[in-house]
């Protein structure tokens, strides 16, 4: 089983930047993929960005050189946001799916955390 503890959201004015963190705790498959997505009120999550262990990245093309995804020490990905717009604003949930080649194994969510970026 594997927790991720997610860490770093807030309020910040158009155009500030934010660092998000999320932790994993347990196993971590030494395939996955680690993410963040966003939910706003009556959507559905979706993917901010995200980054294989191989070190393979993919963004959202409305966060395409605003944010970037980076890994620390294996167990714990950043998200760090700069140019940040109201739009950017929502609960940022961390994810981390574990592979067994290509076959999903694990799929793990953390609580979220808020992020609100006012004009």
């Known amino acids: 089983q594997v927790r991720l503890v997610e860490s770093g959201g807030g309020s910040v004015q158009a155009g500030g930047s934010l660092r998000l963190s999320c932790k994993a705790y347990?196993?971590?498959?030494?395939?996955?993929?680690m993410a963040w997505y966003r939910q706003i009120p009556g959507a559905q999550r979706e993917l901010v960005a995200s980054l294989t262990s191989g070190g393979n990245e993919r963004y959202a093309d409305d966060v395409q050189g605003r944010f970037t995804i980076d890994r620390e020490w294996g167990d714990t990905v950043h998200l760090r946001m700069n140019s940040l717009k109201s739009e950017d604003t929502g609960v940022y949930f961390c994810?981390?799916?574990?592979?067994?080649?290509?076959?999903?194994?694990?799929?793990?969510w953390g609580d979220g955390i808020r992020v609100t970026v006012s004009s």
């Open positions: 347990g196993r971590l498959f030494s395939s996955n993929i």
């Open positions: 994810n981390a799916k574990g592979y067994n080649g290509y076959a999903l194994i694990g799929d793990y």
